[in-house]
């Protein structure tokens, strides 16, 4: 059974400040990570992927991915109030077969930043 | 650019009532699409995903079926709803790079 395991949080940040978001999964084959924000009532938007180790850059994201720890993260800069939201760590398979079209959820960190 | 369009957005359906909910996809060719569901307090549960026209996979066996008429059309049903069907239902779509994207939602409620 794969697992996607966050903290459910609330985590609370002063607005300005670093937002430190973390996931660990336990199928050493995953090859696909990715970070998506979702609003109270509204869909999934996906903010951030990565695929290799190290740190990945997105504007105010930074996703930080860790293979052999298993560990994946995502700092948010700059906090500000329309950051808050539940993100949630995804992750799949092998790039290609049957396991690639599956993404394994956590079930989120409700993130409040506050003014 | 690529859209995914869901509807109903919410549904209140009694137990033992049929459901038909509906996904489709603009700007995009043979994508995969895929049917989540959301409860509250647990996570995205993958529940069907398909690679093609008439492909169908489940993930979890449940009285919902699902069925992919067009290339850019998938559908979720029941025969008959019971109260545990009640939940945020999501059709995600992919390309080749194996990154989802969500439609809208649809919010059911099974009384």
């Known amino acids: 059974q794969k697992e996607v395991e966050q903290n459910s949080g609330p985590l609370s940040v002063p607005e300005g400040a670093i937002a430190s978001l973390n996931c660990t999964y336990s199928d050493r084959g995953s090859q696909s990570f990715f970070w998506y924000r979702q609003y109270s009532g509204k869909s999934p938007e996906l903010i951030m992927s990565i695929y290799s180790n190290g740190d990945k850059e997105d504007g105010r994201f930074t996703a930080q991915l860790n293979k052999a720890s298993q560990y994946v993260s995502l700092l948010i800069r700059d906090s500000q109030p329309s950051d808050s939201a539940t993100y949630l760590c995804a992750v799949s398979g092998p790039h290609s077969g049957a396991g690639s079209y599956q993404l394994t959820f956590g079930k989120g960190t409700k993130l409040s930043v506050i003014p | 650019s690529q859209t995914i369009h869901q509807w109903p957005a919410t549904l209140v359906q009694p137990v033992g009532s049929p459901l038909s909910l509906e996904c489709t996809v603009e700007?995009?060719?043979?994508?995969?699409l895929y049917w989540y569901r959301q409860a509250a307090g647990r996570g995205l549960q993958l529940l069907f995903y398909?690679?093609?026209?008439?492909?169908i996979s489940s993930e979890v066996p449940q009285n919902l079926s699902a069925s992919r008429p067009q290339d850019r059309q998938f559908i979720l049903s029941s025969k008959k709803l019971l109260l545990s069907d009640s939940g945020f239902y999501l059709c995600a779509w992919s390309a080749p790079t194996n990154e989802q994207f969500f439609g809208p939602g649809t919010r059911l409620t099974v009384l």
């Open positions: 398909s690679v093609g026209i008439g492909q």
């Open positions: 700007g995009t060719s043979n994508p995969n």
